[in-house]
């Protein structure tokens, strides 16, 4: 039994490899989002927070998301690369309950 668990577990791990590969381009970008997270305070992340309200995001950042939205392969990718380390500091941070 255990044998059949570390076949599928290798092959879930080379899917989501090969995915990751597809994306270069949302891998570092993903990569730039988890450093900022892991990198910056509660106080930065709560401010930053506050002062972005009600003001548009910057063109990159816009693109970034309509690339994300049009895209459901790279979309999935990129929130299973990011959703861990982000949900974890801001649940450090009082930012989730």
């Not at 577990?9 to 949302?26: K, S």
């Not at 002062?51 to 299973?80: H, S, T, V, W, Y």
Request: hydrophobic share 45%; net charge positive.
């Amino acid at each position: 039994m255990s044998k059949k668990i570390f076949l599928l577990a290798v092959a879930a791990l080379a899917t989501a490899g090969l995915t990751y590969a597809q994306f270069p381009i949302m891998e570092r970008v993903a990569d730039k989002v988890i450093q900022k997270y892991q990198t910056s305070s509660c106080q930065q992340l709560w401010a930053e927070k506050a002062q972005g309200q009600g003001k548009p995001k910057p063109e990159m950042e816009q693109r970034a998301i309509q690339a994300l939205k049009n895209d459901p392969q790279m979309r999935q990718a990129f929130f299973n690369k990011v959703a861990g380390p982000i949900v974890n500091k801001m649940f450090e941070c009082g930012m989730v309950p």
